[in-house]
T-cell receptor
Framework: DAKTTQPPSMDCAEGRAANLPCNHSTISGNEYVYWYRQIHSQGPQYIIHGLKNNETNEMASLIITEDRKSSTLILPHATLRDTAVYYCIVKDYNQGGKLIFGQGTELSVKP | EAGVVQSPRYKIIEKKQPVAFWCNPISGHNTLYWYRQNLGQGPELLIRYENEEAVDDSQLPKDRFSAERLKGVDSTLKIQPAELGDSAVYLC?????????????FGNGTRLTVT
């Protein structure tokens, strides 16, 4: 599985958009980009995934660059409850559900 | 739907004692995972089940760790004997099928402290 690089921490003002970057320069054609988040004392929670097109759901938007070497998770209107560690994971979906988590980005949303 | 249920939520034991963690996955989910999460790190896979079969246990320390998933539903992870380095959060997750495009649903974990 391709390796991902994320900043260790970020701050965001409440109500503003939070843009979380992820670098995956060695991604291969069959590998999807997945985002999970983990709120303190809880298990990880699925957010979104994508292959090459931009994706949006009720939680977030995922923007993947045309060369697929990087992506950005966007929380359009961050709230205090979005404070969490955000994990970007790259995985070939056909190799089973095993996800390899890195250290993620700790997002702090401040009032 | 009810989520993944784990128990106990917290466990404190002395080293060399045995300990067991229990997981009830979401109903109908065939694939079950046990992850371990050390402080400040992301979760690491210990074992993955498809129904009753352990299909990936390469990261499970088999000298002291064991797991079972009877009848392809609930699962138990056991450590015997526990060591100080086993202090961590043990997370259980389940998914409908093995395709990783299908989200994994995690429980809130069991926090183990070995003294």
């Amino acid at each position: 599985d391709a390796k991902t690089t994320q900043p260790p921490s970020m701050d965001c003002a409440e109500g503003r958009a939070a843009n979380l970057p992820c670098n995956h320069s060695t991604i291969s054609g069959n590998e999807y980009v997945y985002w999970y988040r983990q709120i303190h004392s809880q298990g990880p929670q699925y957010i979104i995934h994508g292959l090459k097109n931009n994706e949006t759901n009720e939680m977030a938007s995922l923007i993947i660059t045309e060369d697929r070497k990087s992506s950005t998770l966007i929380l359009p209107h961050a709230t205090l409850r979005d404070t969490a560690v955000y994990y970007c994971i790259v995985k070939d979906y056909n190799q089973g559900g095993k996800l390899i988590f890195g250290q993620g980005t700790e997002l702090s949303v401040k009032p | 739907e009810a989520g993944v249920v784990q128990s106990p939520r917290y466990k404190i034991i002395e080293k060399k004692q045995p300990v067991a963690f229990w997981c009830n996955p979401i109903s109908g989910h065939n694939t079950l995972y046990w992850y371990r999460q050390n402080l400040g790190q992301g979760p690491e896979l210990l074992i993955r089940y498809e129904n009753e079969e352990a299909v990936d246990d390469s990261q499970l320390p088999k000298d002291r760790f064991s797991a079972e998933r009877l009848k392809g539903v609930d699962s138990t992870l056991k450590i015997q004997p526990a060591e100080l380095g086993d202090s961590a959060v043990y997370l259980c997750a389940s998914s409908l099928i093995r395709d990783s495009r299908v989200p994994l649903h995690f429980g809130n974990g069991t926090r183990l402290t070995v003294t």
